[in-house]
T-cell receptor
Framework: KQEVTQIPAALSVPEGENLVLNCSFT??????LQWFRQDPGKGLTSLLLIQSSQREQTSGRLNASLDKSSGRSTLYIAASQPGDSATYLCAVSAGYSTLTFGKGTMLLVSP | GAVVSQHPSWVICKSGTSVKIECRSL??????MFWYRQFPKQSLMLMAT?????????EQGVEKDKFLINHASLTLSTLTVTSAHPEDSSFYICSARSRDGTSNYGYTFGSGTRLTVV
């Protein structure tokens, strides 16, 4: 059974810092990995989608890497802003199936 | 990009009544949709997989008679919480598998429904 772990569980940084969120998964036979953002009381917003054959994806200040063989992914956020404050969820899928989620990293960026 | 619309965003109902939540794919067809439940400060837990034109597949421990799922068209799935009780109060989110513009598949989520049973 696939298990996804996210470290740290919570992170508080001052505005402007670069930061890294970590995600690990136990079964490397994945189809893709997706990073989401969730604001309190809201649904999930997809940030980046990495196919199993890819090593990384970039969108603006966000960069996600994938090392499938070691079962790891990182989400890099450059020049953090207070608006980045949210919970970040990592999820993996295996083929045409649903996602397995980590418990998330709660990020707080203070002005 | 793909958009999934979920309604209502919040609902309060009396214990013993039923509540229906709708999940629509707005600009794509979704033969499969997924229903999740999220408790405070917890991650998402898959409840069931909704298949267009056939019965839903429920995860272990989820009561199919309590959480009725109907996927009557390629763009609409509904979740009905029957005879709701306070312990059913939670945040319910749906998702659908969609393409990212190429041949790659990802998942798009609705905005969620906050259910409070009083």
């Amino acid at each position: 059974k696939q298990e996804v772990t996210q470290i740290p569980a919570a992170l508080s940084v001052p505005e402007g810092e670069n930061l890294v969120l970590n995600c690990s998964f136990t079964d490397s036979a994945i189809y893709n990995l997706q990073w989401f953002r969730q604001d309190p009381g809201k649904g999930l917003t997809s940030l980046l989608l990495i196919q199993s054959s890819q090593r990384e994806q970039t969108s603006g200040r966000l960069n996600a890497s994938l090392d499938k063989s070691s079962g790891r992914s990182t989400l890099y956020i450059a020049a953090s802003q207070p608006g980045d404050s949210a919970t970040y969820l990592c999820a993996v899928s295996a083929g045409y199936s649903t996602l397995t989620f980590g418990k998330g990293t709660m990020l707080l960026v203070s002005p | 990009g793909a958009v999934v619309s979920q309604h209502p965003s919040w609902v309060i109902c009396k214990s013993g009544t039923s509540v229906k939540i709708e999940c629509r794919s707005l600009d794509f067809q979704a033969t499969t949709m997924f229903w999740y439940r999220q408790f405070p400060k917890q991650s998402l837990m898959l409840m069931a997989t909704s298949n267009e034109g056939s019965k839903a597949t429920y995860e272990q421990g989820v009561e199919k008679d309590k959480f009725l799922i109907n996927h009557a068209s390629l763009t609409l799935s509904t979740l009905t919480v029957t005879s709701a009780h306070p312990e059913d109060s939670s945040f319910y989110i749906c998702s659908a598998r969609s393409r990212d513009g190429t041949s790659n598949y990802g998942y798009t989520f609705g905005s969620g429904t906050r259910l409070t049973v009083v």
